[in-house]
């Protein structure tokens, strides 16, 4: 319960620094190994944005370079895993399955196809190859009115 009475409304917001830094050995890295001990324990709590679980997939693997696509994914889903993180988990752990296990497909595609398949609706795209492969409607031609 939070100083308000309202679970969750006061839950900050974890930025992608905040995951990259504790990939790394440098001036912030421990204090963020702790913060997200913490998270993981379900000691604090923290809501996870899709935004940041996007620039993730790219930071991650260009500064971490040990860490492939697979290795990427397969962490943010022990990440969205932990107690203590916040948000719309199902459809962001599909979304990075999808990303994971998709060569080429980008994460913003990957993304929109979990949340459709979520929400039954279609997507509105010309990628229609890579989404189409993602078992989604996806109309062609787009719709006229």
Not at 20 to 43: I, M, W
Not at 101 to 115: I, K
């Amino acid at each position: 319960m939070t100083a308000t009475g309202i679970p969750g409304q006061n839950d900050g917001l974890i930025d992608t620094n905040i995951l990259f830094h504790a990939q790394t050995h440098d001036a912030h890295s421990e204090e963020c190994r702790r913060f997200l001990t913490a998270l993981e324990r379900g000691n604090v709590q923290a809501v996870l944005d899709p935004v940041v679980l996007h620039e993730l997939t790219y930071v991650l693997p260009r500064y971490v370079k040990q860490m492939s696509r697979q290795d990427v994914a397969t962490y943010l889903e022990v990440v969205l895993s932990w107690p203590g993180i916040q948000g719309d988990k199902a459809t962001m752990i599909d979304a990075v399955q999808r990303w994971g296990s998709t060569p080429g497909l980008a994460f913003a595609d990957a993304y929109l196809a979990a949340r459709a398949a979520s929400e039954a609706r279609p997507v509105y795209t010309k990628n229609v190859r890579e989404l189409r492969g993602q078992i989604v409607g996806v109309p062609e031609p787009l719709p006229s009115g």
